[in-house]
């Protein structure tokens, strides 16, 4: 089954950090280029992060230096460790995969107070 499950998402003050989560299915995860995305509201889906299956990685300028992607190939998940978040960085973030992208998850809120 085809399938992305993101979690960890949650409210949290300027200055704060959240782990989010994403498993996702065998077929869509192994060997394949992984990434982040985000949709602020009324905004355009916006890549965050990638993660290439060698551990290359890659951030859009607005994380760079506070957000780390990773991934754990045994367990087909991908991570965005997230500190010093911004209230612009409210949104709703998904993970999938960079080239080739499968069915969207429901993605995980992220909230920044200031």
């Known amino acids: 089954q085809v399938q992305l499950v993101e979690s960890g998402g949650g409210l949290v003050q300027a200055g704060g950090s959240l782990r989010l989560s994403c498993a996702a299915s065998r077929t869509i995860f192994s060997g394949y280029t992984m990434a982040w995305y985000r949709q602020a509201p009324g905004k355009q889906r916006e890549l965050v992060a990638t993660?290439?299956?060698?551990?290359?990685?890659y951030y859009a300028d607005s994380v760079k230096g506070r957000f780390t992607i990773s991934r754990d190939n045994a367990k087909n998940t991908v991570y965005l460790q997230m500190n010093s978040l911004k209230p612009e960085d409210t949104a709703v973030y998904y993970c999938n995969r960079y080239y080739g992208t499968v069915v969207w998850g429901q993605g995980t809120q992220v909230i920044v107070s200031s």
């Open positions: 993660m290439a299956a060698g551990g290359y990685t």
